[in-house]
């Protein structure tokens, strides 16, 4: 009984570290790689403040003033600047996960990070180009390389994050019922564990990884245009001449978009590229991401029905369609008034003609 009482008397002193490293333990097998890198990533900068407290030390107060260094400048040692408020209710969510376990262990009478006010990020208009915009792009991919031009269309015409598109493989693509499956997404991750020596023989900081699409929905199978099937039917003949080139070089891979030597494309050169290209040629700044907003808003600007609006996305509810495109959907809201309202509303002229 009494080294009970001493073992759990000890344990409620236990650093805030080792809490995170027994949280760890726990969630190991059940994270994600990208999830696991992600809170390898927080821990070290949350571990740099608090992993010498014990847990019984630890405040509301000390979490707060943490919270607010990381809202200065300088908190983010490799930009300078202030973190996010996005990123900052990253840190408070496995804080509040790593003590609301010791809470529930009995290591502290109370989670204090509880008490803490979460983070507010403020909601982000999507960003996306307007008609005449997508026009201008258009344009200027037709003097793009073949690779690039493939793959900035594709984002255009189907909406695709740009982990899916550096997932694509040919078996992926239907000519016959000009179809396109997502079946994987690339996520690159940073860090020791991830570092390594490409086929070149280059030193790496990370890798890609190969991992199932965004949620359930986001497994799905979007239908192309003419238009498209015949690019990519071109594209993929200019793949297989680059293949035939390289030879030896050029590593197994069924990837349609690759680096020079067939590998698995960084996600992060996509959005690079796109941004080069249309600072290149005066277009506003567009990523991967905003391609993928413009390509959603045209389909709803179009009049397409929310529910396929959102299966093409991928989205995991119509629920997030409604949600992320509130500004859109009540434009076309106002425009079926009005529409409505000129069919029920004769013109005066008529009305004396009726009358």
């Not at 009984?1 to 759990?8: G, S, T, Y």
């Not at 930009?79 to 990123?87: F, H, M, P, V």
């Not at 996509?270 to 506003?284: N, Q, S």
Request: some cysteine; proline content about 5%; aromatic content about 6%.
């Amino acid at each position: 009984m009494i080294l009970a009482r001493k073992r759990r008397k000890k344990d409620r002193n236990i650093s805030f570290e080792r809490a995170s490293d027994q949280w760890m333990s726990v969630h190991n097998t059940t994270l994600s790689v990208g999830s696991r890198s992600r809170y390898i990533a927080l821990l070290e900068r949350i571990n740099a403040k608090f992993g010498n407290t014990c847990l019984s030390q630890l405040s509301a107060e000390h979490i707060r003033d943490f919270y607010k260094n990381l809202a200065t400048e300088g908190a983010n040692k490799k930009t300078g600047k202030a973190l996010s408020t996005r990123s900052i209710l990253h840190h408070h969510k496995l804080i509040c996960a790593i003590l609301s376990k010791a809470h529930n262990e009995g290591l502290i009478a109370k989670n204090p990070a509880s008490q803490v006010a979460s983070p507010r990020p403020e909601p982000k208009e999507p960003s996306y180009l307007d008609e005449t915009e997508v026009i201008r792009l258009c344009q200027a991919l037709a003097d793009a390389p073949p690779k690039w031009r493939a793959a900035l269309t594709l984002l255009l015409y189907t909406g695709l994050r740009r982990g899916e598109l550096a997932g694509l493989e040919w078996g992926d693509v239907s000519f016959t019922r000009q179809t396109i499956t997502i079946r994987r997404t690339i996520q690159y991750l940073s860090g020791e564990s991830f570092a390594h020596t490409d086929a070149d023989g280059i030193q790496r900081k990370g890798q890609n990884i190969e991992k199932p699409p965004k949620t359930k929905n986001s497994r799905r199978v979007i239908a192309i245009c003419d238009t498209m099937a015949a690019l990519l039917q071109d594209y993929r003949q200019w793949w297989l001449n680059e293949q035939a080139a390289k030879g030896g070089h050029w590593l197994t891979t069924q990837k349609l978009f690759t680096k020079d030597n067939g590998t698995t494309i960084n996600p992060d050169s996509i959005t690079c590229y796109t941004k080069r290209f249309a600072k290149k040629h005066g277009l506003p700044p567009i990523t991967p991401h905003s391609l993928r907003h413009t390509n959603i808003s045209l389909m709803i600007a179009a009049g397409v029905d929310i529910k396929t609006v959102s299966t093409r996305a991928g989205h995991a509810s119509v629920t997030t369609t409604l949600n992320t495109y509130t500004h859109q959907i009540q434009s076309k809201n106002a425009q079926a008034a009005q529409k409505l309202a000129n069919i029920l509303t004769p013109p005066p002229d008529e009305l004396e003609v009726r009358s």
